[in-house]
């Protein structure tokens, strides 16, 4: 089995975090994955509703190995007549994991301003106690400032910028002693694992054990990512983020083989599969457990009809949907395993 590539992994994550496609602006991340695909040999194609799909290689009993690109972010609601931003949340961003992140708002006119998020009132010393007390709400208090010379609604809406407008986080990557913190580690991380695990199939000219699709989706984070997928396809393994707690066994420096998620369980023998690949590979892992709030790709393509098993795996991640963090190891016991599962 080919090793790692950790620089490739980490710099590939960048190029993609480097691409705000907030869920449902996904034209610029579809280019991005395309180009990147080309340069690894492949051939990509884009899916009507959106999305990207190439054939890795092997032959029959074809398996659709699955990440998405799609951010969590915030959409403009309405201009306050300060000229501030009341904002909705897109996918489950909450308050308290993006107050004070700076942030891009895109307009549908192809308008880029940066601004950030902000308690109402802002300032700690000229907030009344009984304000500072109150949880953050994107309807009452928390909206977006912009990094503009603007003091009414009339101001801002001259710069172009509408309701339904698209907001996207500044990542903020970094990597730390072996930790690896950044926003949209789910699932841009696992897209780049999955395109590393690709790189290295198609550099060393290994054997897959059956024919294999990478699918990088576009609308994982509302809950219709892969709800299409290629007629021949009979398997679906996603790889994205194993949340770590209390009551989970998952690791940031290990891979996880989810068994359950809020939906319900995963195939029993598809994960008892990827259970028997971790242990001939020497990946380091762990079987999880993920409720209440937790879904992947697998379960959009099972809850969309199709005749398919389904499986999920993915690095341990803390902080999620908010400023997360995993380890370049978890990475690596993810590429292991998935390389591990797809090579003959």
Same mark, same amino acid.
């Given at each position: 089995?080919?090793?790692?590539?950790?620089?490739?992994?980490?710099?590939?994550?960048?190029?993609?975090?480097?691409?705000?496609?907030?869920?449902?602006?996904?034209?610029?991340?579809?280019?991005? *994955? =395309? @180009?990147? $695909?080309? &340069?690894?040999?492949?051939?990509?194609?884009? %899916?009507? #509703?959106? +999305?990207?799909?190439?054939?890795?290689?092997?032959?029959?009993?074809?398996?659709?190995?699955?990440?998405?690109?799609?951010?969590?972010?915030?959409?403009?609601?309405?201009?306050?007549?300060?000229?501030?931003?009341?904002?909705?949340?897109?996918?489950?961003?909450?308050?308290?994991?993006?107050?004070?992140?700076?942030?891009?708002?895109?307009?549908?006119?192809?308008?880029?301003?940066?601004?950030?998020?902000?308690?109402?009132?802002?300032?700690?010393?000229?907030?009344?106690?009984?304000?500072?007390?109150?949880?953050?709400?994107?309807?009452?208090? *928390? =909206? @977006?400032? $912009?990094? &503009?010379?603007?003091?009414?609604?009339?101001? %801002?809406? #001259?710069? +172009?910028?509408?309701?339904?407008?698209?907001?996207?986080?500044?990542?903020?990557?970094?990597?730390?002693?072996?930790?690896?913190?950044?926003?949209?580690?789910?699932?841009?991380?696992?897209?780049?694992?999955?395109?590393?695990?690709?790189?290295?199939?198609?550099?060393?000219?290994?054997?897959?054990?059956?024919?294999?699709?990478?699918?990088?989706?576009?609308?994982?984070?509302?809950?219709?990512?892969?709800?299409?997928?290629?007629?021949?396809?009979?398997?679906?393994?996603?790889?994205?983020?194993?949340?770590?707690?209390?009551?989970?066994?998952?690791?940031?420096?290990?891979?996880?083989?989810?068994?359950?998620?809020?939906?319900?369980?995963?195939?029993?023998?598809?994960?008892?599969?990827?259970?028997?690949?971790?242990?001939?590979?020497?990946?380091?892992?762990?079987?999880?457990?993920?409720?209440?709030?937790?879904?992947?790709?697998?379960?959009?393509?099972?809850?969309?009809?199709?005749?398919?098993?389904?499986?999920?795996?993915?690095?341990?991640?803390?902080?999620?949907?908010?400023?997360?963090?995993?380890?370049?190891?978890?990475?690596?016991?993810?590429?292991?395993?998935?390389?591990?599962?797809?090579?003959?």
């Amino acid at each position: 089995m080919k090793c790692f590539d950790e620089k490739y992994c980490l710099k590939t994550f960048e190029r993609l975090l480097a691409c705000d496609s907030t869920t449902g602006q996904s034209e610029e991340i579809q280019d991005l *994955v =395309c @180009v990147i $695909l080309k &340069e690894l040999g492949c051939e990509p194609v884009k %899916t009507h #509703k959106g +999305g990207v799909i190439a054939e890795i290689g092997g032959e029959g009993n074809a398996l659709a190995v699955t990440a998405h690109v799609d951010d969590i972010g915030l959409m403009v609601r309405k201009i306050n007549p300060d000229g501030t931003l009341n904002v909705c949340p897109v996918g489950g961003l909450y308050p308290f994991y993006c107050v004070m992140d700076n942030v891009r708002v895109h307009t549908r006119k192809g308008g880029v301003f940066t601004g950030t998020v902000c308690r109402t009132p802002n300032s700690i010393h000229v907030t009344e106690e009984e304000l500072r007390d109150k949880p953050g709400d994107f309807r009452s208090n *928390v =909206c @977006v400032v $912009l990094d &503009e010379d603007v003091k009414t609604a009339e101001d %801002t809406r #001259k710069l +172009g910028i509408d309701t339904g407008d698209m907001i996207a986080l500044d990542p903020r990557f970094t990597v730390s002693n072996g930790y690896v913190k950044s926003h949209f580690i789910d699932d841009k991380a696992c897209a780049a694992v999955l395109l590393t695990a690709i790189k290295a199939v198609r550099d060393s000219g290994a054997e897959l054990a059956r024919k294999v699709y990478a699918y990088f989706s576009v609308y994982e984070e509302i809950g219709h990512g892969t709800s299409w997928l290629p007629g021949d396809v009979r398997d679906v393994l996603a790889i994205d983020i194993a949340p770590v707690g209390p009551d989970q066994t998952s690791d940031e420096k290990k891979v996880s083989i989810f068994a359950k998620d809020s939906r319900f369980p995963y195939h029993w023998v598809m994960t008892n599969e990827l259970k028997a690949a971790a242990e001939k590979c020497g990946a380091d892992h762990v079987i999880d457990v993920f409720t209440p709030h937790y879904g992947s790709d697998g379960d959009t393509s099972v809850v969309a009809g199709h005749d398919v098993r389904h499986a999920a795996i993915g690095p341990g991640t803390a902080n999620s949907h908010g400023y997360e963090r995993t380890h370049v190891d978890g990475l690596k016991n993810t590429y292991k395993l998935l390389m591990g599962y797809i090579l003959k």
